[in-house]
């Protein structure tokens, strides 16, 4: 167990100091200890597994990602059962790496059937419950549909202000992505009003340098040339 908590402890610093392949390497060699010690449906092994879905996506593998998280997924249903929380935060994160994976329209698919369930069991306004649909849209605009994507993210802007504030940074990339699917639905001239209002804030909040304000400098020169 002190061999496990050590492995365990490392592989957290190391995918916190920003190396995400090194953190996945060491939470699947920390595998078989937790398998040992908890079993193979263990929650403890359980949530090594997370681990290792979640920094094989953060090291940019969104395939392997994926097909972690939906093999997590037949576990965490078996011991869990298909509505706790943590099984609909593996739902959530497959549906988001199947899009990143190159499938926006299953993750779109995904994500419609998992947001009524999130809704009722973890509260319209949860953290959670936002990311859920703030993902939507944005499968949403990948899938062909960026006035949809538009709408959906017009409605979500305000709960976000209300629940987070508005100088939060899930309020200012809700932000962005209205601008940038508001640009993509056919009028870059709002998208380029709603990203001048937004660089303001964000060079307030997160200072000039930020890879966020960086961002929005840049889709702001994109849709200023459209808007001519």
Do not use: C
């Amino acid at each position: 167990m002190a061999r496990l908590s050590v492995m365990l402890w490392r592989a957290q610093l190391r995918g916190e100091a920003g190396d995400g392949a090194g953190a996945r390497d060491l939470f699947a060699a920390a595998l078989p200890l937790a398998i040992r010690a908890h079993g193979k449906t263990g929650r403890d092994t359980l949530g090594v597994r997370h681990q290792i879905a979640y920094w094989t996506g953060n090291a940019g593998d969104f395939a392997g990602a994926r097909d972690e998280y939906a093999a997590l997924l037949l576990l965490r249903e078996r011991l869990l059962g298909s509505e706790d929380p943590q099984t609909l935060t593996v739902r959530q994160d497959l549906a988001y790496y199947t899009g990143k994976a190159g499938d926006p329209a299953s993750a779109r698919a995904q994500l419609e059937a998992l947001l009524p369930v999130r809704e009722r069991v973890s509260g319209p306004d949860d953290p959670a419950t936002l990311a859920a649909r703030h993902a939507l849209a944005r499968f949403t605009g990948q899938t062909g549909d960026p006035a949809g994507a538009r709408a959906q993210l017009e409605a979500l802007l305000p709960i976000r202000e209300h629940v987070s504030g508005p100088d939060h940074p899930d309020t200012l990339r809700t932000r962005h992505d209205l601008a940038y699917w508001t640009g993509k639905a056919g009028n870059p001239a709002s998208a380029r009003a709603q990203l001048e209002a937004l660089l303001a804030v964000q060079e307030r909040v997160s200072g000039a340098d930020d890879p966020e304000t960086l961002a929005t400098r840049h889709q702001l020169a994109d849709w200023t040339g459209d808007s001519r």
